[in-house]
């Protein structure tokens, strides 16, 4: 058992890097690739031109840790709400991380060199794909804060339930924010913001899963006298 919870939190943790990765990544990149201007370039557009092998690594590899973060969750909730669509919702962000990254956006707004300059006049099969990719990943993490909100409430923890709620609201005020020039740095503020909140709660499930293995193995508390409080076998003196 011990074992199966260790596997579990080792892919949880794997999850809860891969969203701050993937903003480090994007943000690294969109300053130091030329002719890359983060104020009118989305960073879906990273996946094009010479270097763009490294953004489509990006969102492939953050979107497989994210999976095998899935199969983590779902070994570590073994109660209580959520524990059968947390996990499952995870692995949808998973995929479409994936997807957006297998299928590359249309260039345009001028990047990469020789790009048009402003929206490309059709959108192909592949452009289509990745932008469901996204949406997949917007809806199923706003989801996921639903399910989890339910489950912090009932657990009667305010803290989290408040965390639950903000951050899908303030995702969902600053992509409808209706100012079309900062749209491309608010995209970014917005993975921020929910890929901040994807790794907060998976490290507090996580968190959870080991304290309870901790109490179910009777794992043994020092006294400040430093004597342990497990009680002692029979026939053996406590003291």
Known sequence: MRINH??????????????????????????????????????????????????????VVCGAL?????????????????????????????????????????????????????????????????????????????????????RFAAERRRGWLAVCVAAPLLAIVITAWPDLDSLSVRLVAVAAVQFGFLSGVLWRLDRDGRDGISRRTGGSRRTPAGRSDRPAPAGTPAG
């Not at 959520?82 to 990047?111: K, M, N, Q």
């Open 6 to 59: 260790l596997l579990a939190h080792h892919l949880l943790a794997g999850a809860i890097v891969a969203g701050p990765l993937f903003v480090a990544v994007s943000l690294a990149q969109a300053f130091t690739r030329d002719g890359f201007d983060l104020r009118r370039h989305p960073i879906s557009l990273l996946s094009l031109g010479e270097f763009g092998w490294l953004q489509v690594a990006n969102f």
């Open 66 to 150: 994210i999976l095998a973060g899935a199969v983590g969750l779902r070994r570590r909730l073994t109660s209580g709400r959520g524990r059968i669509w947390a996990p499952r919702l995870l692995a949808v962000i998973g995929s479409g991380l994936v997807t957006a990254g297998g299928s590359v956006t249309d260039a345009g707004a001028g990047f990469p060199a020789g790009a048009p300059a402003g929206a490309p006049e059709r959108i192909s099969p592949h452009g289509i794909i990745h932008e469901l990719g996204f949406l997949a990943v917007f809806v199923a993490t706003i989801a996921l804060a639903v399910v989890l909100a339910r």
